[in-house]
Nanobody, 123 residues
């Protein structure tokens, strides 16, 4: 069974930093785009940052210059370094990946989500 497991969330004061990690596990034979999304209370889920298998990145405007997405393809892991955090960054952060995996001998291409990790930034 393929799964994404996030870690690194928590409570931090405004101006502080956190580093989120997300590890993909299972019978995976390829991972293409990976990304971090977030959902604040009462708001829709939004893309925070994305990264291709080749390392190209894109960011939501409000996090540019503060957040950095990176990945370690050998470890099937994507990271989100978050600096200069603001109270408005408070949300549940979700990892996402487009990947190929083998289920019962069948090769499938899937979009997979993690369970989410809560980031709370106090003012």
């Amino acid at each position: 069974q393929v799964q994404l497991v996030e870690s690194g969330g928590g409570l931090v004061q405004a101006g502080g930093s956190l580093r989120l990690s997300c590890v993909a596990s299972g019978n995976i034979f390829r991972i293409d785009d990976m990304g971090w999304y977030r959902q604040a209370p009462g708001k829709q889920r939004e893309l925070v940052a994305g990264i291709t298998s080749g390392g190209s990145t894109n960011y939501e405007d409000s996090v540019k210059g503060r957040f950095t997405i990176s990945r370690d393809n050998a470890k099937n892991t994507v990271y989100l370094q978050m600096n200069s955090l603001k109270p408005e960054d408070t949300a549940v952060y979700y990892c996402n990946a487009d990947l190929g995996a083998k289920y019962n001998g069948v090769y499938k291409y899937l979009e997979v989500w993690g369970q989410g990790t809560l980031v709370t930034v106090s003012s």
